[in-house]
């Protein structure tokens, strides 16, 4: 496995790769990597010939009050585990390698991000479609993959690579957990003991909310009360938004849509300063 820094040389990697007749498979991180992206990396390996990771902590999609300057960065251990888990090549650019002058070119998917964390987050989606379709552009990938921990996120990719009729395919593999439900997220390093055990409860209220529609419950607002009630359970977790959303335009439900896939419920929550985020899909009964 490689390590490369510039462009131009994942441009020279993957034209030889596909020379030789492979297939491309692409997971863009922003590094600090562990079980999810793991599992990205694994996925991409099963399904393509040759696999490449990206790990860029990208500034335009971090707000000015954000943790940019802290978010764990740890090059060496990660491309260790990216070389396990079965990738090609690494590309770390540096931030000047992605933006040599100032950025006045953006994709911007409309409605869709404002809804969720880009309440919270107003230009957090416009830097993340920006890196993304960059990114798309150097690896030229045939699949890219994303975790479905990120659901707002990974909808509004699909959704850009749909209306800019990009030629790949996204691929959305489901959400690693610790044993206890919390979803994995390097942002968890931030957490103390006390504000784990908090954090938690997010995934406990995620789950009442999944079991409660496989049981026959279709009326939104009794869900995100049962979920309130969950999260209540500390006085010290704060809620941000508790939403149950179409699953493609993430609009508020009022009633669960009959379906394997009725439903997305997302919880955005503070156990401290840390932000998390996780969702689960609802389906109803059959
Ligand atoms: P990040 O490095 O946080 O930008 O994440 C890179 C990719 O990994 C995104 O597609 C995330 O959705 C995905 N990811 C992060 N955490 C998890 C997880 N716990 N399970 C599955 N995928 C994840």
Redesign the pocket.
């Known amino acids: 496995m490689q390590t490369v820094t510039q462009i131009s040389q994942v441009r020279t990697e993957v034209a030889n790769a596909r020379k030789s007749g492979q297939s491309i498979g692409f997971v863009?991180?922003?590094?600090a990597l562990h079980a999810?992206?793991i599992?990205?990396i694994e996925t991409a390996a099963r399904d393509c010939d040759f696999v490449v990771v990206s790990v860029f902590v990208n500034p335009t999609q971090f707000g000015a009050n954000e943790d940019l300057e802290k978010y764990p960065r740890n090059l060496e251990r990660d491309v260790e585990i990216c070389a396990k888990a079965g990738a090609n090549l690494v590309f770390a650019p540096a931030i000047n390698e992605m933006y040599p002058e100032q950025n006045l070119t953006w994709v911007d998917v409309d409605k869709i991000t404002t809804r969720l964390c880009g309440q919270y987050r107003p230009d957090h989606f416009r830097g993340v479609t920006t890196v993304c379709a960059k990114l798309f552009n150097i690896v030229t990938p045939d699949i890219a993959y994303?975790?479905?921990?990120?659901a707002q996120?990974s909808v509004v990719i699909k959704k850009m690579v749909a209306d800019l009729n990009m030629p790949l395919k996204i691929e959305v593999?489901?959400?690693?957990?610790e044993v206890s439900g919390l979803?994995?997220?390097?942002r968890n390093q931030y957490l103390t003991e006390e504000e784990k055990q908090d954090a938690k409860l997010i995934y406990a209220a995620l789950k009442k909310c999944s079991q409660l529609a496989k049981q026959g419950e279709q009326n939104c607002e009794i869900l995100i009360k049962e979920m309130k009630i969950v999260l209540a359970a500390s006085s010290k977790l704060m809620p941000q938004y508790i939403k149950i959303v179409n699953p493609k335009t993430l609009a508020d439900l009022e009633t669960l849509i009959d379906g394997a896939i009725a439903a997305i419920a997302a919880i955005a929550a503070k156990p401290g300063k840390t932000r998390l985020i996780d969702n689960i899909i609802i389906s109803t009964p059959t």
Do not use: E, N, W, Y
């Open positions: 863009p991180t922003m590094g999810g992206h599992s990205l994303f975790g479905q921990k990120d996120q593999c489901p959400t690693v957990r979803a994995i997220s390097s």
